[in-house]
């Protein structure tokens, strides 16, 4: 079997239950990718974790990884005496280079889960060609991600693989199966929401999530349908309840509609199914960036209908009309505002949309199939 080497960023440690998706994605595939590779996990250490330890029996190494110039140079000089087969970078393009430095015989895959660190801001053009360059093969979690590559540097398009991401569905539990509904029941109970109609936010409080727009559209929801409650789960950091100029202007609207608006600091991804179980739709705003959303699945698993922008990976999830709906951007306090109204007017709706959701969930997006889609290009490559 080859030996397999991940690295992730080194922003967060694994495991983690307030990591960000790019470490998510990590702890959910590698491990199922035992008797189709032996793998190994490179991250961040941490006081609490052994340098060296094990992930759901995958070997993990940790390093420091406050300077991320040192941290990939540890990971470097392990991958010498390790010698892996394929070495796969996890959404930084520009550690691709320093790893081809250290580990010059290294074949390299990049993982990219965004298009942050290909911008402009973060990496000149010239050097992303270069990373690009060096790696053998690069995986996206979206048609659209894969576009965004393409358009920076057209000469990389052969080397895309689409990929797309899962949920668990076993922990993402269906609010129609029996556990669903009983749990459900008790979280809305213990929350005080038997009779009010819950639209959920999850995800970070930062302008490009959108939820300003959700506060905008509140007013002619709330007056129509008076028992509507917006709860906004997240903060503007992950696994922190620190303030941003912008997450105090959410909450300075949200007081203007107390009995309406709830916001919810960061919660722990284990925490996460419980708040999608007790709601009734899903909406994710988002600006046109975003390469996935795993958001969207987690809550269409839960049986949730998803009102989200027709915008980026987005499309590739929803099935506009059926599973949820898909607002345009140049139009989007209208739709968004219209199509919230119908779902929270017509419960036979929702269920229907909900339903439809699960089962799209279990055909296309669970991380059983994206680890099945991994083992395939695995075997693909092998040397």
Known sequence: MPKVAFITPGTFTLPSAKSSSVERVVENIV????GEAAPRIYGRASRKLPRRGSLMGVPCFRYPAADKLKYIRSVARSLRQYRPDVVVVENRPKFVLQIKKSYPQARVWLSLHSSTF???????????????AGAERIVVNSKFLGEVVSSL??????????????????KFISQY????MARREKLRRARGWENRNVILFM????????????????????????????????????????MTSYSR????????WPNHV????????????????????????????????????????????????????????????????????????????DRLLLLLENAELRTSMGLGS????????????TAERWREMLREHRP
């Not at 491990?31 to 035992?34: E, F, H």
């Not at 290909?118 to 690009?132: A, D, V």
């Open 262 to 337: 709830k916001f919810v600091p960061y919660v722990s991804y284990d925490q996460v199914p419980n708040w999608f179980l007790a709601a009734d739709i899903a909406v994710v705003p988002s600006s046109g960036r975003e390469a996935f959303g795993l958001v969207n699945v987690e809550a269409m698993a839960c049986g949730l209908p998803v009102v989200a922008t027709r915008a980026g990976g987005m499309t590739e999830i929803i099935e506009d009309g059926t599973t949820g709906y898909l607002a345009d951007p140049e139009d989007l306090h209208r739709q968004l505002r």
């Open 153 to 170: 540097v057209p000469e990389a398009s052969p080397k895309i693989h689409v990929v797309h991401l899962g949920v668990e569905p076993s």
């Open 177 to 180: 199966s029996p556990e669903g």
């Open 203 to 242: 995800g970070r409080l930062i302008p490009s999530k959108g939820v300003h727009h959700l506060l905008q559209v509140l007013p002619e929801l709330a007056a129509s349908r008076p028992d509507t409650l917006l709860v906004i789960v997240g903060s503007a950091f992950y696994g922190s309840h620190r």
């Open 31 to 34: 491990p199922q990718l035992a």
């Open 358 to 369: 699960r089962e799209r969930i279990e055909r296309h997006f669970t991380w059983a199939n």
């Open 249 to 256: 202007k959410l909450g300075r609207l949200g007081r203007m």
């Open 118 to 132: 290909i911008g402009p801001n973060q990496i000149r053009r010239s050097r992303l060609r270069r990373c690009f």
